[in-house]
């Protein structure tokens, strides 16, 4: 069993920068992939980006790329989302996901473990 745990949501003006964290624990073992989905108010949930724990290596869907950036400490079992040029529509409940593998996946229900999620909301 995975426990992951999301902080550092909160409101930004359009433009600002947030960004969030993951902590993850339990039986986490390195070969996961760690992500980051949004679910906007009326919206699916939707894939935001992805991180191998033991690789480093990182894929990003076409909404955020060059805006946000997703890294993981392995000392703390961490996992963060910076987030830049903020604009009003990636306000969203974030969510962090964790997979068993090393295969990526960009639907919701390839990932075995959720947080409970963090508020996003940026003003404009």
């Known amino acids: 069993q995975v426990q992951l745990v999301e902080s550092g949501g909160g409101l930004v003006q359009a433009g600002g920068s947030l960004r969030l964290s993951c902590a993850a624990s339990?039986?986490?073992?390195?070969?996961?992939?760690l992500a980051w989905f949004r679910q906007a108010p009326g919206k699916e949930r939707e894939f935001a980006a992805a991180i191998g724990w033991s690789s480093g290596n990182t894929k990003y869907a076409d909404s955020v790329k060059d805006r946000f950036t997703i890294s993981r400490d392995n000392t703390n079992n961490t996992v963060y989302l910076q987030m830049s040029s903020l604009r009003p529509e990636d306000t969203a409940v974030y969510y962090c996901?964790?997979?068993?593998?090393?295969?990526?996946?960009?639907?919701?229900?390839?990932?075995?473990?959720w947080g409970q999620g963090t508020p996003v909301t940026v003003s404009s």
């Open positions: 996901a964790a997979k068993r593998g090393i295969y990526w996946s960009t639907v919701s229900n390839g990932y075995d473990y």
């Open positions: 339990g039986r986490f073992f390195s070969n996961n992939i």
